[in-house]
C-alpha cells in the first residue's frame, strides 16, 4: 500500500514520508503519531531532532541503534510484525489495485488478497495464535483510523445523512435481476451524491459498488458494463471473475479525480468494507476505497453505523437477515443518532422472509418514539429513491 498522498487534516497523524520530512524540517516530531513509514529507505537524520512523546507506530528504521536512541530520548515504538503478507499498521484505506496486485503475474492465486487470506487461514483463520492476533488488531486499528478520516472528509463535505448501505445476497449472479436492480439504485444515489456503502462481496454488494462506479457516466454504458461481466457470472470461478472486472475497469476508467483524492474515489466506486474471514470470496474491485477487516464484528458493525442515510436490503438469506436485525437494534435505541429509511428490495422476497411482521411492533416500541415508519417494501426504485432522497 502506498502512503505517499496528499496531507490530510489529522495534525497529529503523519501517514507519508512528505509530510514527515516537512516536520523534520521543524526538527520536532514531539507528540506526532508516525504511521508505517519506511524510513530505512533513504534513512533521515534525527540527530537534535525533538522526539519526545512521539509515537512510531508500524515504521520500519535503519537498525536497532536508531530505534534505541529514540527509544532513549522519550519516544515510543511499536514495531512492524516481520513475516506477514500485510501492513501491520496500514495509513491509509485499500484500492482495487491493492487488493488485486499480482494478479496479471499469477491470477487470482497470486494477488494480493488472496495470499493475505491464505495466510489468514494458515494461521488459525478467526481463532489466531497471540502474535498474529496482536498484528491483525494492529492492521484492523490502521484501517479503523484510515476509514475515520476518510468518512470525516465526506461528512464535512456532503453531511452524514448521505451515506446509504446497501446489503444483499453474495451469490446474485452478474447479469441477475437482483444484480441489475441494486447497481442501478446505487447509480441512481451516486449521481445525486450519496455515498454507497457495501459489505464488499460478490453478488448485490459488487453491484452496489459498480452502479457507483458508474456514477459520472450515463445508464447505458453501466447496462453495457454488466452484460461484459455477466460472461463470469459466479464468484466461485475466481479467475475469470476477477479478470472480468478488471477488463471492465479498463474499459471504462474512473475519472481522474476517482483515481487521486479521497472524495473523488467515494464518489466513484462508494465504499466497502469486507472481510478477510470470508477472504474466499474474490476481492470486489469497483469500490473507490476500501476497508478490508480481520475482524469481521468490527467491519459489520462499521457497515451499520455509516449508513445514515439509510439502508437497501436486496434479496439475501442468513446474512442479510442477520444485518437487518443488527441494524434494527441500533435504529431502536438510536445507538448511532437518528437513521433513514429500511427500504426492502422485491416484495415476494421479503414476503417469503416475513421480517416486516417483526421489525414493525419491535420498532414501534423504540424509546425514542415510533420509528416503524421507516420501513418501506417495494419492487420500484423510484419509491426506493423517494424514501432515500427524504
Given at each position: 500500500m502506498s502512503v505517499d498522498l496528499e496531507f490530510d487534516n489529522t495534525a497529529f497523524e503523519v501517514e507519508s514520508r512528505a509530510e514527515f520530512d516537512l516536520h523534520l524540517a521543524r526538527r520536532s516530531l514531539a507528540g506526532l503519531v508516525i504511521l508505517g513509514l519506511r524510513l530505512d529507505q533513504d534513512p533521515p537524520d534525527l540527530t537534535g531532532v525533538d522526539v519526545t512523546d512521539a509515537l512510531f507506530v508500524g515504521c520500519r528504521l535503519a537498525g536497532a541503534d536508531v530505534e534505541i536512541?529514540?527509544?532513549?530520548?522519550?519516544?515510543?515504538?511499536?514495531?512492524?510484525?516481520?513475516?506477514?503478507?500485510?501492513?501491520?499498521?496500514?495509513?491509509?484505506?485499500?484500492?482495487?489495485?491493492?487488493?488485486?496486485?499480482?494478479?496479471?503475474?499469477?491470477?487470482?492465486?497470486?494477488?494480493?488478497?488472496?495470499?493475505?487470506?491464505?495466510?489468514?487461514?494458515?494461521?488459525?483463520?478467526?481463532?489466531?495464535?497471540?502474535?498474529?492476533?496482536?498484528?491483525?488488531?494492529?492492521?484492523?486499528?490502521?484501517?479503523?483510523?484510515?476509514?475515520?478520516?476518510?468518512v470525516d472528509a465526506w461528512v464535512g463535505a456532503h453531511g452524514a445523512e448521505r451515506a446509504v448501505g446497501i446489503m444483499g445476497g453474495h451469490a446474485a449472479p452478474r447479469g441477475s435481476g437482483a444484480y441489475r436492480m441494486a447497481a442501478t439504485l446505487a447509480w441512481r444515489l451516486a449521481t445525486i451524491g450519496r455515498l454507497v456503502v457495501t459489505g464488499g462481496g460478490p453478488g448485490v454488494m459488487e453491484a452496489a459498488n459498480l452502479g457507483s462506479y458508474f456514477a459520472a457516466r450515463p445508464a447505458e454504458q453501466l447496462r453495457a458494463a454488466i452484460d461484459r461481466l455477466a460472461a463470469a457470472p459466479h464468484f466461485d470461478d475466481h479467475d475469470p471473475y476477477t479478470a472480468a472486472a478488471l477488463a471492465v475497469r479498463a474499459a471504462y476508467p474512473a475519472p481522474p479525480t476517482g483515481a487521486t483524492d479521497v472524495l473523488g474515489k467515494l464518489r466513484h466506486g462508494g465504499l466497502a468494507l469486507p472481510t478477510w474471514l470470508y477472504g474466499h470470496e474474490p476481492a470486489n474491485l469497483f469500490a473507490g476505497q476500501i476497508g478490508k477487516y480481520f475482524s469481521n464484528a468490527v467491519r459489520e458493525d462499521s457497515i451499520l453505523r455509516l449508513s445514515r442515510g439509510g439502508i437497501v436490503f436486496a434479496p439475501g438469506w442468513a446474512g442479510t437477515v442477520q444485518e437487518i436485525f443488527q441494524a434494527a437494534t441500533k435504529t431502536f435505541y438510536q445507538t448511532d443518532g437518528p437513521s433513514g429509511a429500511f427500504v426492502f428490495l422485491d416484495r415476494a422476497h421479503w414476503r417469503d422472509l416475513p421480517v416486516e411482521a417483526l421489525l414493525r411492533p419491535l420498532l414501534a416500541k423504540s424509546p425514542h418514539g415510533d420509528q416503524s415508519h421507516l420501513i418501506v417494501i417495494t419492487d420500484s426504485l423510484d419509491e426506493a429513491m423517494a424514501a432515500l432522497s427524504r
Open positions: 536512541d529514540l527509544l532513549r530520548r522519550g519516544a515510543h515504538l511499536v514495531p512492524p510484525f516481520d513475516a506477514r503478507p500485510y501492513p501491520t499498521h496500514p495509513a491509509t484505506l485499500y484500492t482495487p489495485e491493492d487488493l488485486s496486485f499480482g494478479f496479471a503475474q499469477g491470477g487470482f492465486a497470486g494477488m494480493y488478497d488472496t495470499q493475505v487470506y491464505d495466510h489468514f487461514r494458515e494461521h488459525g483463520g478467526a481463532a489466531p495464535d497471540i502474535r498474529e492476533a496482536l498484528a491483525q488488531r494492529l492492521h484492523d486499528a490502521g484501517i479503523d483510523n484510515a476509514l475515520g478520516k476518510a
